[in-house]
């Protein structure tokens, strides 16, 4: 049993900042890439920034030069730093990981239960 578990989302006025983390736990023999998503109520889920194993990230447009994702592999824990937030990021955000639970098995997707980010004055 896998388990990715969020924490950090919470009420922000817009320009604060938020940092959120994502902790794996349970039968991992390794995580491959990791990342954060975010869905908006009657919106798809969209995909917010990627990190690979060794550390290179990506992001979509809108957060680009404001979020910040990174991960330390020893605490099988991912993060993204989130500044100068604005309104339309208000969403529940997603952990997200390829994780093999054995050396003999393909990696599988997880995903947490998400944590709510809501930025409004």
């Known amino acids: 049993q896998v388990q990715l578990v969020e924490s950090g989302g919470g009420l922000v006025q817009p320009g604060e900042s938020l940092r959120l983390s994502c902790a794996a736990s349970?039968?991992?023999?390794?995580?491959?890439?990791m990342g954060w998503y975010r869905q908006a109520p009657g919106k798809q889920r969209e995909l917010v920034a990627l990190i690979s194993f060794g550390g290179k990230p990506s992001y979509s447009e809108s957060v680009k030069g404001r979020f910040t994702i990174s991960r330390d592999n020893g605490k099988n824990t991912v993060y993204l730093q989130m500044h100068s937030l604005k309104p339309e990021d208000t969403a529940v955000y997603y952990c997200n990981a390829d994780i093999s639970t054995s050396g003999h098995s393909p990696d599988r997707e997880f995903w947490g239960q998400g944590t709510q980010v809501t930025v409004s004055s």
């Open positions: 349970g039968s991992i023999f390794s995580i491959n890439a």
